[in-house]
């Protein structure tokens, strides 16, 4: 059997609606895919304000005009100078360990 020129026709003309449906669900997945982008970045920008807005009342709690006046309701007080005493921690240095030495490979 042989094609004629309307099973031809009809041929490309299956191939061509193919081509576009491939099309038009790339694009679908595409704009899907923006989308979800696009929220994840809102809530990305929404949870660093978060954060910078509980390191604010974290550095307002630990100030020196938030904790003396807590401290000193307890019964606390600052300490003198000759009071204060620093103690070395053994071993221990200002400077981070060295890094480990690579093993040879065998």
Known sequence: M???GR????FWLVALLAALW???ARQT???????????????RASLEGRRAELERRARVAQSRSVLLPRARRQGLRLPADTE???LP?????SQPPPPPEPRPRM
């Open 84 to 86: 204060i005493i620093l």
């Open 29 to 43: 997945a595409a704009l899907n895919a923006a989308r979800a982008l696009a929220d994840l970045r809102n809530e």
């Open 22 to 24: 491939l099309v038009i």
């Open 2 to 4: 042989t094609f004629r």
């Open 7 to 10: 099973h031809w026709i009809a």
């Open 89 to 93: 921690v053994p071993g221990g240095s």
